[in-house]
């Protein structure tokens, strides 16, 4: 089991991963809270907002409009599964590459805190105040 201070630098390795995707990928999320959320940790980029922007079928079509590769992070509660699902779908549909590796990671080192991308700042700023104590 990792303590704080390893789930930590290992958080950070793949928000760096995701920072260096965001260069030339489109990052699928669910909705603004979690845009929040990502800007508020740094991600920078081509987001697209897959619930309040029309759904999987939208999110693969501009994807499909700009450049054709995309970073599939919704939440890892149950309804983001299916939406992962459902964008996977649409993006294979359309030839399109996509990265699903981000969201599983962070699902594995997060999911014991928190279950969604809006909440990722809060944990980051927790798990950096308890590991300098």
């Known amino acids: 089991m990792l303590d704080d201070e390893e789930r930590l630098a290992e958080i950070k390795e793949v ?7 965001a260069a030339d ?5 669910e909705g603004p809270k979690d845009k929040k959320a990502l800007n508020s ?7 697209f907002m897959t619930q309040s922007e ?15 590769k995309a970073v599939i992070l ?8 299916t939406i992962a699902r459902e964008l996977e779908n649409q993006l294979s549909a359309l030839g399109l590459v996509y ?9 594995f080192l997060c999911k ?14 927790r798990l950096s105040l308890s590991s300098h104590s």
């Open 54 to 68: 029309g759904g999987p079928i939208k999110a693969a079509e501009y994807v499909s409009e700009h450049g054709g």
């Open 112 to 125: 014991k805190d928190i279950k969604d991308i809006e909440s990722l700042d809060k944990l980051l700023e």
């Open 74 to 81: 919704t939440d890892w509660d149950r309804r983001g599964g």
């Open 15 to 21: 928000l760096e991963e995701l920072e260096e995707l």
């Open 99 to 107: 990265d699903s590796r981000i969201r599983a990671r962070l699902s």
């Open 25 to 29: 990928h489109v990052i699928l999320i």
């Open 41 to 47: 940790i740094g991600i920078k980029g081509e987001i």
